[in-house]
């Protein structure tokens, strides 16, 4: 999997977290590390968060304002959603996307004149298992352009790719706490459409010990939306169910809120199956759930406390993707020098 082993010791809410939460920023040889989570549920960045969504119009959108402007065309950040597709350069969506992620990343760093200038190195991950057959094809995916200029709340961005890493989802969330790590531990990073797992030994990643499975929160989703219909005929809407999966509160009349929170503990169940399946033991180590889905498993699921930790930043990847590009870039660039 071509690990670098680090050995060390859009919402009101969410903006006030990002201006509350210390975060450090990274820059190399004069580029600004750019750290973009390209979920399939939500975009990530170190102090960004918005639903993995995009729709293009040929004129400016009336009703919204989260939208870019970019090559004559505008993009409606959050309309619609999108599919499932393992191959994330398919189409220009998460194209996009990332672009929207850069310089909402870029407003919450404070540039916010009307025309704005950066140089960045972008941070990016991919599953687990996928990273070695898809690293090179979404680096050059990310890279297409030199340069681009996109427009942003009128304002302009002005952006210049210094390079583009593609690193691990899942273990690139801990690379900077890997001393806390004591004993043998289960990353369980659980997002809107994969399950990363990843077993550590004392903080070293065990190469042999990762998988990625088809088992994120987009799969409870289908679970709700199927039990409920079944049952009772009636199709809850696809905002509702999301809102019960982000937030863990089932406000719906019975017996629509039983079967809610069946589909939800029957999904949760079979991630603990999916864990034993690989060879995960409460008695014997540790499990780190993340993820959006890691709130599901802490309010659903049956588990050992004194053996289960959860992680609920859903921005870890993406401020792990910072820290850990800049790591890797120092690395090559003492290399360099000798």
Known sequence: MDFFILVTGTDAGEREDYMTEKIREYSMNGALIIGVDNGYGNMKTARRCFKTAIAKYDSAPVLSRDYIEYDGGYYVIGEGRKGFVADKQTDDDNYMLTLAAIVKELEARGMTDSVNRARIHLAVGLP???????REDFKRYMLRNSSVEV??????????????????????????????????????????????????????PMESKAWTEKLGVFQCFQKIHNMVQD???DNLMDDVIDNILR???IELPDPHASLVEKAICDYVEEIFQKLRDHEYNEKLM???????????????????????????????????????CYMLLRHQERAGRR
């Open 128 to 134: 687990l298992k996928w990273v070695q057959a898809q």
């Open 286 to 324: 540790k499990v780190y759930f993340m993820g959006g889905g890691a709130r599901l498993v802490e309010q659903f699921g049956s588990y050992n406390p004194d053996t289960t930790i959860f992680n609920h930043d859903i921005r870890a990847n993406a401020k792990g993707y910072e820290y850990y």
């Open 151 to 204: 427009g942003y709340k009128d304002r302009l961005y002005c952006i210049e790719f210094a390079g583009c890493t593609v690193m691990p989802q899942c273990y690139s969330a801990v690379t900077e706490n890997l001393k806390d790590f004591a004993g043998v531990t289960l990353l369980a990073d659980i997002g809107n459409g994969t399950m990363n797992l990843m077993y550590l030994n004392n903080g070293r």
């Open 231 to 233: 049952k009772t005929g």
């Open 247 to 249: 937030s863990g509160k």
